[in-house]
C-alpha cells in the first residue's frame, strides 16, 4: 500500500506555477517586440558615441573611417595628449569648470531657500509671484538674449566668467526652485511643529530638516545646474570675445575649427569635454532616478 503524503505546500510552491504550466504559456510577442524597440533605441543612442572614442584612439587622420567601427583597430593615446596641450584646451576645460561649479553651488542655496519660502510661508501676492516665476520657463531664451546683452553691458559683466556664472544661475532659479518647492511641501508639518515646540528656529529647521529630507531633489537639482552650465553654448559666445576666457563649448567649437580635418584630435577633445559630464550623473545617478520619480509613485 502506498504512503499519501498530507503534509502541506507552502504557499510559495502553492503559488508558483508548475513546468507544465509555464511550458503551456503562449509566446508573448510583443514583450518580444518592445525589447527589441529598447535594444535598437539604446544601440542608436549609443553607436555614435562609442564612433567617436573609437576614432579618438587611432592615429589622426583627415578622413573618417569608411565603414565606421566601434573598437580602435591601432590604440594610441597621441590625440588625446595633442588635444589637452594644443589651443589652450587645458584653460578652456578649467574655465568651464570654474564656472559651472560655481553656478550649480549658487543655484541650488540660492533656489532652495526660495523653494523653502514658497513651500512653508505665506505671504502677500504668493501664487503671483511663484507664477511669474514658473512663466520664465516657458520664454525661449533666444528672445530675451538681446535684453540679457544689454543688461550684462550696463552690469560691466562682458568678458567676465563671473558674469556667465550670473546669468546663468538666474536661468537656472525657476526650474531648480518649481523641483525643490515639490519636495518641501512633502515634509510632514507634525515634523516642523515638533521643532517648533522644541525652540527650533526657521534657519535650524531649515538646515537640520528640510534639507536632510531633500537631498535626493536637491542632487537632482546639482546635476540639471551643471550640465546646463557645463553645455551652453549661445549665451557664452555671445558675451565673451576675449580668447582666455572661452569655455569649453567655445574651444571645441574654435578648435574644430582650426583642425576641421584632423578627425583625431577633434573627437579626443570632444570625448575630454563629455567626461566631466558623465562623472556627474554617474555620482548622482541613485538621487537623480530617486528624484524624477518621487513625484509619480504617491
Known amino acids: 500500500m502506498t504512503a499519501i503524503s498530507l503534509k502541506p505546500k507552502s504557499s510559495r510552491e502553492a503559488d508558483s506555477p508548475s513546468r507544465d504550466e509555464r511550458s503551456k504559456r503562449p509566446f508573448n510577442i510583443w514583450l518580444l517586440v518592445r525589447v527589441a524597440i529598447v535594444v535598437c533605441g539604446a544601440v542608436m543612442m549609443v553607436a555614435p558615441f562609442m564612433i567617436m572614442v573609437s576614432t579618438s584612439l587611432e592615429p589622426n587622420t583627415a578622413t573618417l573611417p569608411n565603414p565606421p567601427h ?4 591601432t590604440l594610441t593615446p597621441a590625440n588625446y595628449e595633442e588635444a589637452w596641450t594644443e589651443n ?3 584653460g578652456f576645460f578649467g574655465n568651464s569648470a570654474y564656472v559651472s561649479v560655481l553656478t550649480t553651488v549658487a543655484a541650488v542655496v540660492i533656489s532652495s ?13 504668493k501664487n503671483l509671484m511663484f507664477s511669474l516665476l514658473l512663466a520664465g520657463l516657458m520664454i525661449p531664451g533666444i528672445v530675451v538674449i538681446v535684453p540679457q546683452f544689454v543688461l550684462a ?3 560691466n559683466m562682458l568678458d567676465s566668467l563671473e558674469g556667465l556664472v550670473f546669468f546663468y544661475t538666474a536661468g537656472q532659479i525657476a526650474f531648480t526652485t518649481f523641483l525643490l518647492r515639490a519636495f518641501f511641501e512633502r515634509v510632514p508639518r ?3 511643529e ?7 528656529g526657521i534657519l535650524r529647521k531649515f538646515l537640520v530638516l528640510y534639507i536632510p529630507l531633500a537631498r535626493p531633489a536637491l542632487a537632482t537639482a546639482a546635476v540639471f545646474s551643471f550640465l ?3 553645455d551652453e553654448y549661445v549665451w557664452a559666445l555671445t558675451v565673451i570675445s576675449d580668447a582666455t576666457k572661452r569655455t569649453l563649448p567655445l574651444g571645441i567649437a574654435a578648435f574644430q575649427g582650426e583642425h576641421s580635418t584632423a578627425w583625431g584630435l577633434v573627437f579626443a577633445a570632444s570625448t575630454l569635454a563629455v567626461i566631466p559630464v558623465i562623472a556627474v550623473y554617474v555620482a548622482g545617478q541613485k538621487h537623480l532616478i530617486a528624484g524624477i520619480t518621487t513625484g509619480a509613485v504617491k
Do not use: H, I
Open 153 to 155: 553691458k550696463s552690469l
Open 113 to 125: 531657500m526660495t523653494a523653502f519660502a514658497f513651500a512653508r510661508f505665506d505671504f502677500p501676492l
Open 194 to 200: 515638533a521643532m517648533t515646540v522644541d525652540g527650533a
Open 70 to 73: 566601434f573598437l580602435p583597430q
Open 190 to 192: 507634525e515634523l516642523d
Open 88 to 90: 589652450n584646451f587645458a
Open 228 to 230: 546646463g552650465a557645463w
